[in-house]
């Protein structure tokens, strides 16, 4: 099991910075990834950036140039750097932790979820 805190959300501006957080525990070195999602109102989940074990990153679309990923391993917590807000990226943000194992003999992820934070930009 893992266990995800998240922190960080808050109200900025159009055009300024947040940074959240997310803090592990449980059985750490079994995650293979660490990923933010966000849910936008009225809309689905959607994945907004991820780091790998091995330090691989990747970056939605929306997130390039703006948002920044990145870990600190003894503090075993994800940030997000969030700069140049917008609108659009009003939405509670989920930290995930994803974790391999097997289903079956057959290989299979399991997710595990922080409980999310609010991220509203608004002038």
């Known amino acids: 099991q893992v266990q995800l805190v998240e922190s960080g959300g808050g109200l900025v501006q159009p055009g300024g910075s947040l940074r959240l957080s997310c803090a592990a525990s449980?059985?750490?070195?079994?995650?293979?990834?660490r990923r933010w999602y966000r849910q936008p109102p009225g809309k689905q989940r959607e994945l907004v950036a991820e780091i790998n074990s091995g330090g691989s990153i990747n970056y939605a679309d929306s997130a390039k140039g703006r948002f920044t990923i990145s870990r600190d391993s003894a503090k075993n917590t994800v940030y997000l750097q969030m700069n140049s807000l917008k609108p659009d990226d009003t939405a509670v943000y989920y930290c995930n932790a994803v974790v391999s194992g097997l289903v079956n003999g057959k290989p299979a992820e399991f997710p595990f979820w922080g409980q999310g934070t609010q991220v509203t930009v608004s002038s």
């Open positions: 449980g059985s750490i070195s079994s995650i293979n990834a």
